[in-house]
């Protein structure tokens, strides 16, 4: 199973292109993997015959395990003797098909629950979480492994013949106070998995504060609608481009991080990195879950640059064929729930970022005027999240306002 990113710690096949007993040549495909981020197929490395799949369409594996065995030229009679796994070219002697080569994958053991059983038994790291996640006590498992051990398959096993969570677990004690009532159980996919453990882990060690701003986009939608209306044709006869508010958005983002340099930046444990250029995450839905791609050097783009990008990035994460470096890194997000009719909100700071601005969406509002008359306004509530390790209150303020300012002065985002 291939590294597919750094916070990538396993993947689900989903699909096998070749059979045991096919001819494999470098480059074929062997195989379709998807993360909780996105699909992709994996190619062969080496040349030789498929002699063994070890992980099955439908099943999840961590980074690192051999999922098939290709044997060299002359050996598939002793697949073994010859194995490679066709994604990890070096690795040492592959584990024996009786054993499952989950167990055998050297990770950092987390902690998923105790791993000595009350029969004295072991349980790996993997069979802990899977157990974990589905309120299964590892002690009331049988183990299959070496010596007893309990391993992942073995923890699938007991859920496939119909196991409950145990007693005193939150999903059963959840699951009891609907005992007579009639609900349907959504298994979780790894991005909602991953999607759950990441905000958990972003609102309990992230202090979070928010600033909110009105700001009057009258400029903004006067200059969009113009620039859209002189959009030139192309060879179908429509319009080479259109222009969106999130567009709009994502550039004067950008030029408030580069007029506000020190807030630029993301939070490395025992250090802040500051960076150059704005690279900008913008959170996109999709099936089951959200990703957030990356536009990069943002600053230093045209809009219509920006909004080619940002159309290609939302339609590739939705069919979840996004490249790893697509959606990792950047210094900030935004996310924009205004096209659905929310007025404001505070999103959650999504690690390593240190802030993410959250956009609502657009009101007429009664404003009054420099003369002291009243007249009515095109108004959007904006709420900056921001991590106060690495962005105090006095400096949140300037961000916002540096970003305000490009909003109701547009042209000024683009020089």
Known sequence: MPQLGETVAEGKVTKWFKSVGDKIAPGDNLFEIETDKTSMEVPATSAGTLAEIRVTAGAVAPVGAVVAVIAGSGAASAPQAAAKSPVMPTAAKAPPATLDPWHEVRTPERNYGPAKLASG???TPLARRLAGERGIDPASVSGSGPHGR????????????GARPVAG????QIMALYAGTPYQEVPLDNMRRTIARRLIEAKQTIPHFYLTADADIGRLTAMSAEANAAAPEDADGNPAFKLSLNDFLIKAWAAALQRVPAANAVWAEDRILRFKHSDIGVAVAVEGGLLT????????????AISAEMRDLVERARARKLKPNEYQGGA???????MYGVREFAAIINPPHATILAAGGVRRQVVEK??????FASMMTVTLSCDH???DGVLGAELLAAFKDFIEKPVTALV
């Not at 900030?332 to 205004?338: E, V």
């Open 121 to 123: 038994a072991t349980s």
């Open 150 to 161: 309990v391993v992942a398959r073995d923890v699938q096993a007991a859920m496939a013949g």
């Open 332 to 338: 900030s997000a935004i996310s924009n729930l205004g």
């Open 293 to 304: 791609p990356v536009i990069r050097q943002v600053e230093a783009k045209s809009l219509t």
């Open 169 to 172: 677990s939150s999903a059963a």
């Open 389 to 391: 390790r690495v962005v």
């Open 370 to 375: 420099d003369d002291g008359g009243v007249a």
